[in-house]
């Protein structure tokens, strides 16, 4: 940090205010100008009043003397005017911010030390005091957060880090609710998932001949609005139980109905909290999906979570999911869905999370021949970059093999490689009521030994994205 008054065991060092200025009335101190970087200061008191001049680093320990007594009043003008040293930027706006968290103004502390983590990410005893103003503004989520990035710290005291423990702990239980709303764009080039082919080859009898694929069967691109709502509500029954409930909505439009997309899913169950670090939860869960205007599948089904809190910020998970899924389309795409995964998840550099998974599922379904083991793993790292970016990137890989061949296109049983990539920006420094904008790629490709599986598609989501 750079000065005493930064540290993280908060304001223990406090340099020696310029004997006097305490004293000063609000219109005198309202006249304190820079006088550059030296080392002494001047004081002329002509008939009109009284007008002092001090370096900065004597302002920024008048200030702090000030706010440690609590005389906001009088050090308020003395902070304003460190704005004007260019070197010192940084203690005027974390004296600006915690002046306006003590006074109340939880908005205003919010903006000043949002704008000293968008040039520095690493500043962990502002995001300290970021996470408590969230925390008083009563986003628990976002305040367990940020105090989880500050816990990283290798220079936090031990008591400290004993400190932010306990109160991760009760913000986990304390957390009632989040709500996140985004609209978008979205260029796609493969709005319906289908292959570039204009031919397949299938089987008659001994023969194979090529059957020319109807245009809504191929690869088509359009660019499409997009919506998303995702909620979740905790309702604690005491200190180690809660219900939880979770629901969620996606929805892409395009020109037409054949490529329309819309899904949505609920989950509700108990929650266990095992410890001080871990929990169990199970929630039955039911999906809905609807595809060019007609229902698609109806899922209902349950699913197992449990979650660890490992040291140095790292998180263990593990989820086991099954369900029965009715198909709107046939009977050959209904049956039994079960799934599990396996995700760590550590901090990096105080401001970043990296994840990575290991998943497998099967499907066993009425058809053979769609019925299948699919398993992979993922990748990915997001957190926050200077001047207010907050930014990712993930990878998935996964290989699907089928129960059975599909004979009218192969005596061979299907064979899948399935690869996943997402990159995302925004920028949180900059909202248009409340919504904060954003970028998203999305790739995905198929590789398939059914020429009519194969696959690729890149999709760009322009978003507006509203975090409640």
């Known amino acids: 940090m750079k000065s005493g008054f930064f540290l993280a065991a908060g304001f223990a060092a406090w340099v020696a205010a310029v004997p006097g200025i305490a004293q000063a009335d609000e219109a005198d101190a309202g006249r304190i100008a820079v006088a550059g970087n030296g080392n002494s200061a001047a004081s002329a008191c002509p008939a009109g009043g009284c007008t002092i001049k001090l370096t900065a680093p004597q302002m920024l320990a008048a200030a702090e003397k000030m706010i440690q007594d609590r005389d906001f009043i009088n050090a308020r003008p003395i902070v304003e005017a460190l704005s004007l040293a260019p070197d010192y930027q940084f203690q005027h706006r974390f004296l600006k911010g915690f002046m306006a ?3 109340g103004d939880l908005d205003g502390a919010e903006k000043m030390f949002r704008k000293i983590l968008d040039d520095d990410p690493k500043q962990t005893r502002v995001r300290l005091e970021l996470a408590r103003v969230m925390m008083l503004k009563g986003k628990e989520g976002s305040a367990n957060y940020h105090f989880r990035l500050a ?6 005291p031990e008591e400290i880090k004993q400190t932010v423990r306990g109160i991760r702990g009760i913000l986990r239980n304390q957390r009632s609710w989040n709500l996140s709303l985004d609209l978008g764009i979205a260029p796609d080039t493969n709005i319906n998932s289908a292959t570039s082919a204009e031919t397949v080859n299938i089987n008659f009898g001994p023969i194979q001949f090529p059957l020319t694929l109807d ?3 191929r690869q088509q691109s359009g660019i499409g609005q997009t919506a998303g709502l995702s909620a979740g509500l905790r309702l604690r029954a005491n200190d180690n139980l809660a219900l939880l409930i979770d629901g969620d909505a996606r929805m892409v439009n395009y ?3 054949i490529a329309d997309d819309i899904q949505t899913q609920f989950a509700i169950g108990p929650e266990l909290r095992i410890g001080d670090s871990s929990s169990l939860s199970l929630q039955a869960l039911g999906e809905q999906r609807w595809r060019g205007g007609n229902r698609a599948s109806t899922d209902f089904g349950a699913r197992i979570g449990f979650q660890k809190a490992l040291d140095e910020g790292q998180r ?3 989820a086991l999911d099954g369900r029965h899924s009715d198909s709107g389309y046939s009977d ?12 760590y998840e550590r901090v990096i550099g105080r401001a970043f999370i990296a994840s990575a998974s290991l998943f497998g599922r099967k499907d066993m379904l009425d058809s053979k021949a769609f019925s299948n083991v699919s398993y992979g793993a993922s990748m990915g790292i997001g957190g926050e970059l200077p001047l207010g970016i907050n930014a990712g990137v993930s990878g998935t890989i ?6 059975a061949p599909q004979y009218i296109y192969s005596d061979e049983r ?3 490689l399935r690869l996943f990539g997402r990159a995302y920006a925004g920028i949180r420094a900059f909202k248009m009521l409340g919504f904060s904008p954003s970028i998203e790629y999305n790739f995905s490709k198929v590789d398939s030994n059914y020429t009519l599986y194969k696959s690729d598609r890149h999709r760009v989501n322009f978003k507006l994205a509203r975090y409640f």
């Open 101 to 103: 968290v003590e006074t």
């Open 151 to 156: 816990q990283q710290d290798k220079d936090l």
């Open 215 to 217: 245009d809504n069967a």
């Open 255 to 257: 020109k037409g109905k």
């Open 316 to 318: 263990l998970g593990f």
């Open 332 to 343: 050959i795409y209904s049956g039994w869905q079960v799934g599990s995964n396996l995700t």
């Open 398 to 403: 996964s290989k699907a093999l089928f129960d």
């Open 414 to 416: 299907r064979s899948d």
